[in-house]
Antibody, heavy 117, light 106 residues
Framework: QVRLQESGPGLVKPSETLSLTCTVS????????WSWIRQPPGKGLEWIGHIYYSGSTNYNPSLKSRVTISIDTSKNQFSLKLSSVTAADTALYHCARVHTSGWVDSWGQGTLVTVSS | DIQLTQSPSSLSASVGDRVTVTCRASQTISNYLNWYQQKLGKAPKLLIYAASNLQSGVPSRFSGSGSGTDFTLTISSLQPEDFATYYCQQSYSTWTFGQGTKVEIK
């Protein structure tokens, strides 16, 4: 059973860069897409972007100018960077494994990131 | 972007009721539609993929149908553990999620 665990700072200052890492255990990072999805408190789900194990990426157009997702297959990890954050970026950030046909079949529990000075 | 509109936004139902949640896409998405259940404080869980396929381990009281722009998630006999929020998600193009349907106890 694959497990995903998010890690990173829980508090980020406005205008700075949010950085999170997802560690995958119990399975290989190869041959899958990996995703970041966020959920503002009390609100719905928003897809941030995907990365394939080969390194190709696809981002939500509304966030594309501020998002970078990268992958380190040697460490079984992938990462999210979101620049120029504002309070609107406060959310529970989930990492997830994506089936090649387009659905999430495994989720991390999520990590809450608050943007505040 | 393809917009997904779920209805209703919330509903109250009793144990044993048949519950139906709909998801309408702003343009055709074939069967690239998935359903998730999210309980309070937990990560979402995949229920149905490709519109009508039951994910392994999900009880058979859950079913999905539809194609094109209109989709339905049905719970044939609501159980206490089914009180949760349900989301649809499309993967036809840039991913989007519906706004969610909260199923509450009547």
């Amino acid at each position: 059973q694959v497990r995903l665990q998010e890690s990173g700072p829980g508090l980020v200052k406005p205008s700075e860069t949010l950085s999170l890492t997802c560690t995958v255990s119990g399975g290989s990072i190869s041959n899958y897409y990996w995703s970041w999805i966020r959920q503002p408190p009390g609100k719905g789900l928003e897809w941030i972007g995907h990365i394939y194990y080969s390194g190709s990426t696809n981002y939500n157009p509304s966030l594309k100018s501020r998002v970078t997702i990268s992958i380190d297959t040697s460490k079984n990890q992938f990462s999210l960077k979101l620049s120029s954050v504002t309070a609107a970026d406060t959310a529970l950030y989930h990492c997830a494994r994506v089936h090649t046909s387009g659905w999430v079949d495994s989720w991390g529990q999520g990590t809450l990131v608050t943007v505040s000075s | 972007d393809i917009q997904l509109t779920q209805s209703p936004s919330s509903l109250s139902a009793s144990v044993g009721d048949r519950v139906t949640v709909t998801c309408r896409a702003s343009q055709t998405i074939s069967n690239y539609l998935n359903w998730y259940q999210q309980k309070l404080g937990k990560a979402p869980k995949l229920l149905i993929y490709a519109a009508s396929n039951l994910q392994s381990g999900v009880p058979s009281r859950f079913s999905g149908s539809g194609s094109g722009t209109d989709f339905t998630l049905t719970i044939s006999s609501l159980q206490p553990e089914d009180f949760a929020t349900y989301y649809c998600q499309q993967s036809y193009s840039t991913w989007t999620f519906g706004q969610g349907t909260k199923v509450e106890i009547k």
